[in-house]
């Protein structure tokens, strides 16, 4: 088949590739987010997915929306059987959607119906799920709603954060979606309709939402911390300034602290919360890389006082 893929950020790369590297499928164009400010810099750059286009010689559309009329001209000039979706991160009009004869398929990182929307992987991680997986689906105009062609699972590890769970989707995911596309071109599979049961939403988790409540349990705060690593990166202040931490470990026999007291030893920096406290692995203190939370806590000499709010 004849195919336009559209992707944005890294997790796309791996299911592209499949696509390119497959001998049955052409990758005429990929449509992809326009350029975005990045790094200390803040210069403007292309998506990863554009970058990797542009490597292997595909033509690469930009569209501002993707119900942009001279979008959709091209789209149309193009004439793709199919278009695979992969964390594009815009909404696609019916315009759009009406274009290939085989649909836009959308490789979602959950279980679908659980967790449809913008950020699955946070929140399977953030309500302490232990299995979650991939789905590919007939997009639709609806979220997350159409029909289901293949699923694949993947347990949760105690210690995984959004990014290294994602990390393993994006590569079991790419074998998902190549297989989708044989089957569809094969005329061998159909899509099923999603169960009206089990449907939760996953929205974006932004800043605010990735705030550490030191009052919560220790529990709770790990989760958090772990769902949004990397991104957007969970962050509390300290005299005032916002600072990002890293994922925690446990220290249950540590002895007692209040929620957000700090407590420096030789061998870790711990910080209370509403049940035991946890001991920081990594802190990101503003405009400065990630150090380790002993560094910091020498860089900033901390007296017997301080605490994290």
Known sequence: MKLVFAGTPEPALPPLEALL????????????????RSGRGRQMVESPVAQRAREAGIEVLKPAK?????FLDRLRAIAPDCCPVVAYGALLPREALDIPRHGWVNLHFSLLP?????????????HGDDVTGAATFEIE???DTGPVYGVLTEPIRPTDTSGDLLGRLAIAGARLL????????????????????GVSHAPKITSETARIDWTSPALRVDRLIRACTPA??????????????????????????????????????LVGTASHPVALDEVQPPGKRRMSALDWARGAALT??????
Do not use: C, N, Y
Request: charge should be negative.
């Open 21 to 36: 590297e497959s001998s049955r499928h052409e990758v005429a164009a990929v449509v992809t987010r326009p350029d975005a």
């Open 66 to 70: 993707a119900r942009d009329p001279e």
């Open 114 to 126: 659980a967790w449809r929307g913008a950020a699955p992987v946070q929140h399977a991680v953030l």
């Open 141 to 143: 105009e609806g979220l």
């Open 178 to 197: 190549a297989d989708t596309m044989d089957g569809i071109d094969a005329g061998v599979l159909e899509p099923r309709p999603q169960a009206e049961e």
């Open 232 to 269: 957007p990166g969970a962050w509390t202040t300290f005299r005032d300034e916002r600072v990002k931490i890293g994922p925690v470990r446990p220290a249950a026999g540590a002895g007692p602290l209040a929620p957000g007291e700090l407590r420096v030893s030789k061998k870790e920096v």
């Open 304 to 309: 017997g006082t301080e605490v994290l709010a």
